[in-house]
């Protein structure tokens, strides 16, 4: 049997948006995710949950991410 430890990172990302159309919340929410995007890339998140805010810092949701690995 190998000894190996598979990386693995869990990821769940949780929005709440409000606003005046269909179109505008989903230029919100995918902005929101691309700026969760680009900090996860450069890992700028430790294990656990934190807020997700917005351009003018109202929290919008959470996100948890937990690095682990698997035997």
């Given at each position: 049997m190998d000894?190996?430890?598979?990386?693995?990172?869990?990821?769940?990302?949780?929005l709440r948006?409000?606003?005046p159309t269909?179109?505008?919340?989903?230029?919100?929410?995918?902005?929101?995710?691309?700026?969760?995007?680009?900090?996860?890339?450069?890992?700028?998140f430790?294990?656990?949950?934190?807020?997700?805010?917005?351009?003018?810092?109202?929290?919008?949701?959470t996100?948890?991410?937990d690095?682990?690995g698997?035997?």
């Open positions: 000894d190996e430890v598979m990386p693995e990172l869990t990821c769940d990302i949780e948006l409000q606003g269909t179109k505008v919340l989903s230029a919100w929410c995918a902005a929101a995710l691309r700026k969760l995007a680009d900090r996860i890339e450069i890992e700028g430790e294990d656990g949950h934190h807020p997700v805010k917005n351009n003018i810092g109202m929290e919008i949701g996100i948890y991410i690095y682990s698997v035997i």
